[in-house]
């Protein structure tokens, strides 16, 4: 007799795949609570399709289970943070139900100290409540795409400096060869071909028209200037490239060509004017005197210099009018002093040219250092721009936009707070003017006084009021808080169920556990009455194995042996009929047992039912009585 085996295995639960169902052992499927939330599975695929975008690929693997993406991605993100935190974030796929509990509190415990502005309990991520996870997760992928960035900016930046510390471009290598060789030669050159004076003037009068000035200059320099072309500026284009061309054709240079197409009239004018300036200076040689009279001179006072400058040419010209000679010694004494007055002038101009370089100096320094900056921060935009084109997606696109308001309103609000700081500090040097004014003029009034000491009294007075009405607030503010707790202590409805859900899971498990040790429990039975019934058997074949010889030696003890084993035939068969009454027991008792089974579970259909019905009016209820309060509000 062997027992069936396999009926131990085959009487545990399974769960089948249809959501809200579960097969028992006889094959029949049980309806248990099925509460599908269309809004739930809308934030939870939005959720896994955030995950992706911000680079958690895991997520897109079908075989996942929905808890292990979301609680993988929000591990993957906090890791991405690059946070500080004594919290060791261990996830494993296919967990246990004590795992998942442990890894839930560890990152409801991380998420304060990341200064997440959204609250989330353990029992919403074990219970995949995906509208409070959403916004969870879109602040650490937020936080993640950040710290990326951050730390993008910071590899590339020290990548460049360690390449530029230990590699050189071939290009800053031949500039490096030949800069001192290009900055020797280009000082050479400047030194050599700087302008040097020749002549100088010596009759301090302003000269009447620019173009005297010009050509006054220039032959102080040595350069002689060209010819006045004033009378020909209305040939055409044509003509006077031709008379370049030919020009150029008989070898003469551009003064020649010009002084060539005037008429001899207006060039000896010009010539005439040159000499004329010509005859007012003197070499640069003779002009130069020492050290120590040109300190004496510096050393006057402005107004005295220009007062003897004008006395001097006061004094020339009158001389210049009478026509009378001279001794050699007067003359050069004149020539001294006219030195004197010259350098004392130019010692001024020179001065007053070096601050005026100087203060230009500064100036262009800080426009270029403004404008290295600008042309940085162009640069940098530009480039940011070009990241900004590249990563832009059509599934991105929106969020771009969005972000695109958002630094726009930024930028506004910026500069819309810049302008008010300007206003309160224009009104508040305005009002300190006002308070001066007052604090000065009105001391001697005291009426003024009194409206001011009034004013102080009423401040006071509100100053204090204020500072109750705070300590009121404050006290109102920590009532609040302490009933904000007290309500937080108490379940939600989607938190009781969450705790329903659990012990439904938890009471099918320890069913199906205690339902496995009572079939074991039977089986064991049942196999230890089969060893009894097989051992009584076989000592009954050996007893008769062992008395059969001697019962067939004689015919007495032949018939004795005969009437003992009908006997033994007929407790045996008494036994089976023991049997097979306590087998019919048994069985009466296994159909009264699923008559039972079967009345329980369509109570539990009714129940699920009437659950379901119940549930479906509260929400209605609560529709209606939101609907009741608005109506009332209107």
Known sequence: MAAPIMNVFQARLRTSSVLGTVTNADGKEIEVENREDEEQSVKLSETVDLLLAAGYFRARIKGLAPFDKVVGGMTWCITTCNVDIDVDLLFQENSTIGQKIALTEKIVEVLPKMKCPHRLEPHQIQGLDAIHIFPVVQWLVKRA???????????????VSQFNRHHTLPQEKLFEETKNVSLNSLSTVKEKYKPRRMY?????????????????????????????????QDRSKTETSAAKKKAIAAGLSPAAEAEGQLSDAERAAEEERIQALMKEMSSHEQLKVSASAVGSIVGLQSEQIRQAAR??????????SRPQRLSGAQLHNRALQSMYKQTATQQLKLTELNNQCENTKSTYDDTMAQLKQAQQLCTEI?????????????????VLDRLNELVSLNESLRKQEQEFKKHCQEEMVRLQTLIEGVNTGGGGSSEASERIAMIDKQHSSDKEKLHKARLLVAKKNREISGLERKIDEVPSRAELSQYQRRFIELYNQVASKHKETKQYYTLYNTLDDTKLYLEKEVNLLNSIHDNFTMAMSSAANKEQFLKQFEQIVEGVKQNKVKVEARRQDEKLKRDKLNDSLLDLLDKQRLYFKTIKEF??????????????KHLEVS
Do not use: W
């Open 145 to 159: 795409i950040e710290t990326r960035e951050e730390m993008g900016d910071y590899i590339r930046a020290y990548a």
């Open 200 to 232: 100088r003037r010596y009759n301090t009068t302003v000269l009447p028209d620019e173009q005297s000035q010009i050509h006054s200059t220039l032959l102080e320099f040595g350069k002689r200037p060209l010819l006045n072309r004033s009378v020909k």
């Open 311 to 320: 006395d001097y040419a006061r004094k020339q010209a009158e001389l210049g």
């Open 382 to 398: 530009d480039g940011e721009m070009e990241e900004f084109r590249e990563i832009e997606t059509g599934e991105n696109k929106g």
């Open 615 to 628: 549930t479906q009016e509260c929400k209605t209820n609560e529709i209606l009585l939101s609907k009741l």
